[in-house]
């Protein structure tokens, strides 16, 4: 079954000013925990898992990382046995502090935690044969979930009723989500990617499955790299759902909004410019990002 999401329109003065409309996919309302980009990456491994006879997946990720919590649950609710590498030996002591961590625990996940040199050696294939002589047979899902059948499922986030906008915005993680939308969007549309990783390396990994060169990678607004945070963004977030309702979080949807605003701001974007974009979930992660907020006695994202 092909899930479709529902477009919500932006009310904002910075929009009227620069005649440029701005609107939402709402992915997030997918579902609380396997929603937006990682429920489309989900979709279709999970069916080939099964397909293949696996009854346990094993994938990668970080304090973080909505991909671990996602695959936890959708592990649990199919019935497979899950297994997280977590980039970080220093969680294993205190992984229970770490509310995505624990979350995913929760629903089944069982962790190892290996060191940050370690985890940069995860996708070749001795680690990978390091792995099964460890845990067994299973069904490999690369960290963020992005591989073809990922690919094919975020193709699915874009629908007809997507047609008349001349851009097309998502944040950016591994990749996949902007190549399986960048493979889907409507000519002469324009994809857009924000990055939550400070660096421009992202360019080879996506050519790898966009097919397609309607895309550009914006990359000002990382905010100093995966998981930084600033008090400015904070700010951000919360005043933008003060004013459209709209929940963002910190690591992706919140700073391609940033983003995306600051540029039509600059007049980026000619007038009549028609924006969507797309809300890839992630909110799970707020709680765990605000208990590190606390910590640094900086404002807390508004839940």
């Given at each position: 079954?092909?899930v479709?999401?529902?477009n919500?329109?932006?009310h904002?003065s910075?929009?009227d000013?620069?005649?440029?409309?701005?609107v939402i996919?709402?992915?997030?309302?997918?579902?609380?925990?396997?929603s937006g980009n990682?429920?489309?990456?989900?979709?279709?491994n999970?069916?080939?898992?099964?397909?293949?006879?696996?009854?346990?997946l094993?994938t990668?990720?970080?304090?973080?990382?909505?991909?671990i919590a996602?695959?936890?649950?959708a592990?649990k609710?199919?019935g497979?046995?899950?297994?997280?590498?977590?980039?970080?030996e220093?969680?294993?002591?205190?992984?229970?502090e770490n509310?995505?961590l624990?979350?995913a625990?929760?629903?089944?996940?069982?962790?190892?935690f290996?060191?940050?040199?370690?985890?940069?050696?995860?996708?070749?294939?001795?680690?990978?044969?390091?792995?099964?002589?460890?845990?067994?047979?299973?069904?490999?899902l690369?960290?963020?979930?992005t591989?073809p059948?990922a690919?094919?499922?975020?193709?699915?986030?874009?629908?007809?009723?997507?047609a008349d906008?001349d851009?097309?915005c998502?944040?950016?993680?591994?990749?996949g989500?902007?190549?399986?939308?960048s493979?889907?969007?409507?000519?002469p549309?324009?994809?857009?990617?924000?990055?939550?990783l400070?660096?421009?390396?992202?360019?080879?990994?996506?050519?790898?499955?966009a097919m397609?060169?309607?895309w550009?990678?914006?990359?000002?607004?990382?905010?100093?790299?995966?998981?930084?945070?600033?008090?400015?963004?904070?700010?951000?977030?919360?005043?933008?759902?003060?004013?459209?309702q709209?929940?963002?979080?910190?690591?992706?949807?919140?700073?391609?909004?940033?983003?995306?605003?600051?540029l039509?701001?600059?007049?980026y974007?000619p007038?009549?410019t028609?924006?969507?974009?797309?809300?890839?979930g992630?909110?799970?992660?707020i709680?765990?990002?605000?208990?590190n907020?606390?910590?640094?006695?900086?404002?807390?994202?508004?839940?």
């Amino acid at each position: 079954m092909r899930v479709t999401t529902e477009n919500q329109e932006v009310h904002l003065s910075i929009l009227d000013q620069k005649e440029v409309s701005l609107v939402i996919k709402r992915e997030d309302r997918i579902h609380p925990l396997i929603s937006g980009n990682k429920y489309r990456k989900l979709k279709y491994n999970l069916e080939e898992a099964k397909t293949q006879g696996f009854d346990t997946l094993l994938t990668f990720g970080g304090a973080f990382s909505n991909h671990i919590a996602a695959t936890a649950y959708a592990g649990k609710i199919h019935g497979l046995k899950t297994i997280g590498i977590i980039r970080g030996e220093e969680l294993a002591q205190k992984w229970q502090e770490n509310s995505t961590l624990k979350l995913a625990e929760s629903h089944g996940m069982q962790f190892k935690f290996v060191s940050r040199e370690a985890y940069r050696e995860k996708d070749t294939p001795q680690y990978i044969d390091w792995l099964k002589e460890e845990f067994g047979a299973f069904y490999l899902l690369p960290e963020g979930g992005t591989n073809p059948l990922a690919i094919k499922g975020c193709e699915e986030i874009i629908t007809t009723n997507d047609a008349d906008f001349d851009i097309v915005c998502c944040a950016v993680g591994t990749g996949g989500t902007i190549a399986g939308i960048s493979n889907a969007a409507f000519a002469p549309q324009k994809v857009l990617g924000f990055p939550a990783l400070k660096g421009d390396f992202l360019q080879e990994d996506i050519c790898k499955f966009a097919m397609r060169e309607n895309w550009k990678l914006i990359t000002d607004y990382h905010f100093g790299g995966y998981a930084k945070v600033t008090e400015e963004l904070v700010s951000f977030i919360n005043n933008f759902k003060l004013n459209t309702q709209i929940p963002l979080d910190s690591i992706y949807t919140g700073k391609m909004l940033y983003g995306i605003l600051d540029l039509i701001q600059k007049g980026y974007f000619p007038p009549n410019t028609k924006i969507l974009a797309i809300h890839s979930g992630g909110l799970q992660g707020i709680d765990g990002m605000n208990r590190n907020l606390l910590k640094k006695n900086l404002p807390l994202i508004d839940i």
